[in-house]
Every structure is written in structure tokens, then in C-alpha cells.
């Protein structure tokens, strides 16, 4: 008799494990696919960050191109390389996606004299762009269901299901 009320206590806590599980693993993954789980999501985040890095550090802007943000390690970084990202995103290419980088030159900033002067003690011959946005696309668009994402200067995530994510698609959960 024991055995059975024993049994019975096993068989209670583990459907009630089950049903929490079932209800909290799908919550934890959708937050941990949004939260940098995603490489994608990742990779767009590490461009952001280096790009607001290379415009500190250089005071010309942000980067013409994803290229000016990678190089190799075998020189100084520069304006042209400045080796803030791996070779790969560099490339473009990355966990199965094209990254875009789109430099935006608007009226929105403009570079003062004082930056100018630094720029060109940091051997910076040209300026780089004010703004900047990149498109992260799926390589094989073929398939139903793909992502798309999209981010600028400003950081936020933005993402689409089979269209060219924008400005104004929808931020990702999280995202201010």
C-alpha cells in the first residue's frame, strides 16, 4: 500500500513538471532567440557596437562599409581596417545570412572642425557616413518562414517573416 501512495506522489510531481516545462521552455526560447541567442541577432549587435566604436575612435563618422570594420590582425588597425570585427562578418556572410551595411549621408549630423582635425591625425583622408543601417537576409530565400532583420544607428532590432525587414517593421520583443 506504500508503494502505491509512493508511486502516486512520483507520478504527481512529474506530470506537474511536464506541464511546467511545457509552458516555460517555450517562453525561455523565444526570449533567449530575442535576447542574443540568435547569431543573427548577435551579429547585429556586434556590428552596431563596432561601428559606434570606429566612429569614436576615428571621429569621421560611422564606417563606410562593413570591410572598414574588419582587417587583419597582422596590421595596425586603421580608418580602412580597423580589425572591430571578425573576418566573416567583414565578408558580409555570416550563420547563413548577407549582412547589408548601407551607409546613410543625410542631413541628420554633421562632423564639426574639431573632428575633422582628429580624423585626419588618426590618417583618415574622407569621412564616413552620419547614419548607417544593415539588412541581415537569409541566404536561401526559397524557403517559407525566414527572417529577415533589420537595425541603424540607433541599435534597435527590427524583424520581418518573408519580406525585407525596414525602419518601421516590427521590434523585436525586447527592444526599446
Do not use: W
Amino acid at each position: 500500500m506504500a508503494s502505491r501512495k509512493v508511486l502516486g506522489g512520483f507520478l504527481g510531481v512529474a506530470m506537474a513538471l511536464i506541464l511546467a516545462s511545457a509552458i516555460a521552455i517555450p517562453i525561455y526560447l523565444r526570449r533567449y532567440m530575442a535576447d542574443g541567442g540568435n547569431p543573427v541577432t548577435q551579429a547585429m549587435r556586434t556590428i552596431v557596437r563596432a561601428a559606434s566604436s570606429y566612429r569614436s575612435t576615428y571621429s569621421k563618422g560611422f564606417p563606410p562599409s562593413l570591410q572598414a570594420l574588419g582587417g587583419s590582425t597582422g596590421q595596425p588597425p586603421s580608418c580602412q581596417h580597423a580589425q572591430m570585427i571578425d573576418h566573416h562578418l567583414a565578408s558580409g556572410f555570416k550563420a547563413g545570412y548577407r549582412f547589408i551595411y548601407s551607409p546613410l549621408y543625410d542631413a541628420r549630423s554633421k562632423l564639426d572642425k574639431h573632428s575633422s582635425e582628429i580624423a585626419k591625425a588618426n590618417g583618415c583622408a574622407t569621412f564616413g557616413p552620419p547614419a548607417f543601417s544593415v539588412n541581415a537576409n537569409p541566404e536561401d530565400v526559397s524557403k517559407r518562414g525566414q527572417l529577415y532583420y533589420y537595425t541603424d544607428d540607433t541599435g534597435v532590432l527590427r524583424r520581418e517573416i518573408d519580406k525585407l525587414a525596414l525602419g518601421n517593421s516590427p521590434k523585436l520583443d525586447g527592444e526599446d
